[in-house]
């Protein structure tokens, strides 16, 4: 019995420190804790929008907008965001990147937001992802469509990437794809 070695397998030893770490939450590791750190932010939730809604990009800018408040408003009426409100802020990026820059310096020094949410083109990406995340207390939803390989703390890209895209080799990817999935042969869109 004395000789009776276990072998300490990787299942085994995680499971043990699974069971120690719990320990350690549930006795000493609680008196550390407060309870009153775990919503430690108080009131509204301060969302920037950072979009084109003049210059070349106007267009699709102003329906960002747009769209922001609509959802804003609905889950304000609802209660906020985890018993929260949001405040939204919108910058005009003005399809123009030496403007978005202050303006964005605006929404992180002055207006204090805990989220920025913009950027049509990659450019005003690339123009304003510094000046957002370089404190490290910002984060950053880019939600177009982009090119990948982004990997930057506090950046989140949420739009698909070119591989992501049907048939991304020619221009007529997506039509064949359509057409296979229907099973038809000719399709309105060509």
């Known amino acids: 019995?004395?000789?009776?070695?276990?072998?300490?397998?990787?299942?085994?030893f995680l499971g043990n420190f699974a069971f120690v770490s719990a320990a350690i939450a549930a006795g000493p590791g609680s008196w550390v804790?407060?309870?009153d750190w775990a919503n430690a932010a108080e009131g509204p939730i301060r969302i920037g929008i950072a979009t084109d809604l003049t210059g070349?990009?106007?267009?699709?800018?102003?329906?960002?907008?747009?769209?922001?408040?609509?959802?804003?408003?609905e889950i304000n009426?609802?209660?906020g965001l985890l018993g929260r409100?949001?405040?939204?802020l919108i910058e005009d990026t003005a399809s123009n990147e030496s403007?978005?820059?202050?303006?964005?310096?605006?929404?992180?020094?002055?207006?204090k937001v805990d989220l920025v949410l913009g950027g049509i083109a990659s450019s005003m990406r690339n123009?304003?992802?510094?000046?957002i995340i370089s404190r490290g207390k910002t984060l950053y939803i880019y939600p177009q469509?982009?090119?990948g390989r982004e990997c930057t703390p506090y950046l989140f890209c949420t739009g698909p990437v070119p591989a992501q895209n049907c048939g991304v080799e020619d221009d007529t990817g997506c039509l064949r794809c359509v057409q296979s999935y229907r099973g038809a042969a000719r399709s309105h869109f060509a």
């Open 77 to 79: 009426e609802n209660g």
């Open 127 to 131: 123009a304003i992802k510094d000046i």
């Open 99 to 111: 403007v978005a820059v202050g303006n964005v310096r605006k929404l992180i020094q002055r207006d």
């Open 56 to 73: 070349a990009l106007g267009f699709a800018g102003n329906t960002d907008a747009n769209v922001a408040r609509m959802v804003a408003s």
């Open 145 to 147: 469509a982009y090119e």
């Open 1 to 12: 019995m004395l000789n009776d070695h276990r072998q300490l397998s990787r299942r085994r």
């Open 85 to 88: 409100p949001i405040d939204l």
């Open 33 to 35: 804790i407060r309870p």
